[in-house]
């Protein structure tokens, strides 16, 4: 019996150690590791606005992992910022999902935003960046495709991958020719200054706007924005084919840039509520503005139809500007479009078709929209203006 107390008092301390073990070991310790990769990611955006290469191959794996600031170095950033969302990990290695926001310097008045995923792999306690891409349906980055090269007009950036200073040069003038150009139409409550996007390829193109390369066969040049934004919406992007640019003459050259210009200028006013034909006829009204081309030169296809007793029923659909669709069609729409604007400014005057586009925009839903502009800015009804264009397209390309 005294055996059996003895052995009971020597085990007593030991169980109470054992749960006052136990109970620290029920509180799990917390997970630090979202706040260390937050961290890292700290430090690399602070390494990427202080041009500091050892810096930023601190925080990574190797040569810096990913592009590398060096792909980047020459695009004149006022911001550069990552906002961890979420973070999957296996022991030594995690994906990061990151909110990439960035602002270059004297264009973007708010943040661009890109969704990016990020591989890390943690070795002595610290986490470093193995890769750094896309993420989601969001397309890259200029800099994920090469070496950034940058040119500043007047009123323009133009920032390029594997293209040369010349080349770059070029489309900085076409660029700052085709601003006054626009505000002379539109007026002068817009930014005033735009930045172009010249990747190496149609390819390029494509994987900067996160779609197939064939969807922009044929096409010279893409607008990317917020439709409706305010004055605080980040800048624009004019996205170039550097392949279907360069078989344009100078006169294709310069149309397009101010096509697209336009719609940096009137995006604000774009919103849902304006309808395809609107927002490419108007755009298109502006980039042959002043031109001295005539209907015939501007719309062949629409020419071919009327002379076939063809006459479009009515103004063209949505549908009808899908960069997929038959290239014939696709033309006839923009020049639809085109012809439509250009009968407002013909009869009603330039102010009258600025007004117009303004007011269908601000209307803030499809639905009304174009009727009501047409009621209270042209004093006219649908009917009577879809009419006066087929009307009109049969006397400018009759």
């Known amino acids: 019996m005294a055996g059996r107390r003895c052995a009971s008092r020597a085990w007593l301390p030991v169980v109470l150690l054992l749960t006052a073990l136990v109970g620290c070991g029920g509180r799990t310790a917390p997970d630090t590791a979202k706040a260390d990769v937050q961290r890292v990611l700290d430090r690399r955006a602070a390494a ?3 041009r500091d290469e050892t810096a930023f191959r601190a925080t990574g794996v190797a040569a ?6 060096a792909n980047l170095r020459a695009v004149p950033l006022a911001a550069w910022s990552y906002r961890l969302d979420g973070l999957s990990r296996s022991g030594d290695s995690a994906t990061a999902r990151a909110e ?15 969704d990016r995923a990020l591989k890390l792999a943690r070795n002595g306690g610290t986490w470093r960046v193995t890769s750094d891409e896309p993420s989601g349906k969001g397309g890259d980055q200029l800099w994920d495709e090469g070496t950034v090269t940058a040119v500043r007009g007047e009123h323009s950036l133009v920032l390029g991958v594997g293209q040369s200073g010349a080349r770059l040069r070029s489309f900085a003038g076409l660029a700052d020719r085709a601003v006054p150009a626009v505000s002379g139409a539109w007026g002068a409550d817009w930014s005033r200054h735009v930045v172009v996007l010249v990747p190496a390829s149609l390819e390029g193109m494509a994987g900067l706007l996160g779609s197939p390369a064939s969807g922009y066969r044929g096409i010279a040049a893409v607008t990317t924005g917020e439709a409706g934004g305010s004055a605080q919406a980040p800048a624009d992007r004019i996205i170039v084919n550097p392949d279907a640019y360069g078989v344009l003459g100078n006169l294709g050259k310069q149309v397009v840039l101010t096509h697209e210009t336009t719609h940096v200028a009137t995006r604000a006013h774009t919103t849902a509520a304006t309808p395809l034909w609107l927002s490419e006829g108007y755009a298109d009204w502006a980039g042959y503005r002043g031109s001295g081309r005539t209907p015939r030169q501007v719309a062949p296809e629409l020419e071919r139809a009327v002379a076939a007793g063809q006459v479009p029923a009515a103004l063209p659909d949505d549908g009808d500007f899908g960069f997929t669709a038959d290239a014939g069609a696709l033309a006839r729409a ?7 604007c250009r009968l407002i400014a013909d009869r009603w005057g330039e102010v009258r078709l600025n007004e117009f586009y303004r007011a269908v925009g601000d209307h803030g839903k499809r639905a009304g929209a174009v009727e009501a502009a047409l009621r209270d800015v042209l004093r006219t009804t649908p009917e009577e203006f879809t009419r006066l264009w087929r009307q009109y397209l049969v006397g400018q390309l009759g």
């Open 48 to 50: 990427v606005l202080d």
């Open 64 to 69: 810096g992992a990913g592009a590398g600031l």
């Open 100 to 114: 990439l926001r960035y602002r270059i310097a004297g264009y973007d008045a708010a943040p661009v935003t890109a």
């Open 334 to 340: 923009y020049e639809g479009g085109w012809m439509a």
